[in-house]
């Protein structure tokens, strides 16, 4: 790789190598980094469908999220990505509250349709940029999305992965839990156990995460920077650089 990359851009391509060649890849409302990942796999892969939520290029949906649920249901949906205020090794996600529930130390913005969706499709990418004890912890304060369930659960999604500003966790669903499976460049195991709240295994060799090849930043701060501008436009400007020609606006 001859050009600099960004932190966010190794975030991109960690993502995109993580969807694959799917049919159908949808996006919640605040995801810069994995909209633009799987903008990047549209381009990598041909006939990918590519649906954002609050886009109006990017989306077939009339009526936002409960259309996205339906498809979901109708397994239509291939892979999805998920955040929360608390993540447990056991793929828990918390998106409700810190602390008791009724005098909570903090509030979230509530579950909206994560379980559902935890359920539904088949591959989940949890992604959380801070990694720290308070994020990443042994057990979450409330279950909002259960990362497993009992045995004879109809279940075809779940937990696939999880991406953070340190490395990438694969889930294994055998398990129940998370395994280490790369570290980005410049990190060590010791700084990730240090600031992971759950305990997990890693490799005796842990490999580290591989950079976006020189082909993919071209595309990144191309043809999917100036795609993800009509969203998220500060972000393809200030991350990825890309500004609208003089006199162009953005549609």
């Known amino acids: 790789?001859?050009?600099?990359?960004?932190?966010?851009?190794?975030?991109?391509?960690?993502?995109?190598?993580?969807?694959?060649?799917?049919?159908?890849?949808?996006?919640?409302?605040?995801?810069?980094?994995?909209?633009?990942?799987?903008?990047?796999?549209?381009?990598?892969?041909?006939?990918?469908?590519?649906?954002?939520?609050?886009?109006?290029?990017?989306?077939?949906?009339?009526?936002?999220?409960?259309?996205?649920?339906?498809?979901?249901?109708?397994?239509?949906?291939?892979?999805?990505?998920?955040?929360?205020?608390?993540?447990?090794?056991?793929?828990?996600?918390?998106?409700?509250?810190?602390?008791?529930?009724?005098?909570?130390?903090?509030?979230?913005?509530?579950?909206?349709?994560?379980?559902?969706l935890y359920y539904v499709v088949p591959k989940v990418i949890l992604f959380r940029l801070e990694h720290t004890n308070r994020t990443l912890v042994e057990k979450v304060d409330f279950v909002s999305a259960p990362g497993t369930s009992p045995a004879g659960t109809y279940r075809p999604g779940g937990p696939h992965a999880l991406v953070t500003e340190l490395c990438v966790f694969h889930f294994d669903r055998q398990a129940g839990r998370f395994t280490l499976a790369s570290l980005h460049p410049g990190v060590t195991l010791d700084q990730v156990r240090d600031r992971t709240g759950f305990a997990f295994e890693a490799p005796e060799i842990v490999p580290t995460t591989a950079f976006p090849s020189d082909e993919d930043l071209a595309l990144l701060r191309g043809a999917v920077a100036q795609d993800l501008a009509e969203t998220y436009p500060t972000f393809a400007a200030d991350v990825l650089g890309w500004h609208a020609p003089s006199g162009e606006t953005v549609r």
């Open 1 to 116: 790789m001859s050009a600099p990359c960004r932190p966010e851009e190794l975030l991109i391509g960690v993502v995109a190598e993580l969807i694959g060649r799917v049919r159908h890849v949808a996006v919640g409302a605040l995801s810069p980094i994995p909209a633009a990942a799987a903008l990047l796999g549209a381009r990598r892969h041909d006939g990918m469908r590519v649906s954002i939520l609050n886009s109006r290029r990017h989306s077939f949906f009339t009526d936002g999220g409960r259309e996205l649920f339906d498809c979901a249901g109708q397994g239509r949906i291939d892979a999805f990505f998920l955040s929360g205020g608390q993540i447990d090794g056991a793929g828990n996600v918390n998106l409700v509250a810190i602390g008791d529930y009724e005098k909570p130390k903090a509030r979230f913005s509530g579950s909206f349709g994560s379980a559902y």
